[in-house]
């Protein structure tokens, strides 16, 4: 379950950097695969790919309770809403 960030900052910095290693790796490798055949869209692409699997964590953890997902993620609940009914599969 999902534990509030305001306690233990003195994690934050280290995971964060950890969160943006694994994440450039993901991309590196992903470029490095389709070198030359990159789409032109590729920033609206990546965001997409991750923004869905990051609703569905984050509604998993909090079970399924939308007013807590959209606090945790920023966004209005109709924000979530909309953005759950037009998921790409």
Do not use: W
Request: glycine content about 6%; cysteine-free.
């Amino acid at each position: 379950m999902i534990k509030d960030a305001s306690l233990g900052h003195g994690h934050m910095s280290s995971n964060n950097e950890s969160f943006n290693h694994a994440i450039a790796s993901i991309l590196k490798s992903y470029l490095d695969k389709h070198q030359g055949f990159l789409p032109e869209n590729l920033y609206e692409m990546i965001i997409q790919r991750v923004e869905q699997p990051l609703i569905d964590t984050i509604l998993e953890q909090t079970g399924g309770n939308l007013s807590k997902a959209a606090k945790i993620l920023g966004l209005s609940r109709i924000t979530l809403r909309k953005k759950m009914s037009t998921k790409i599969r």
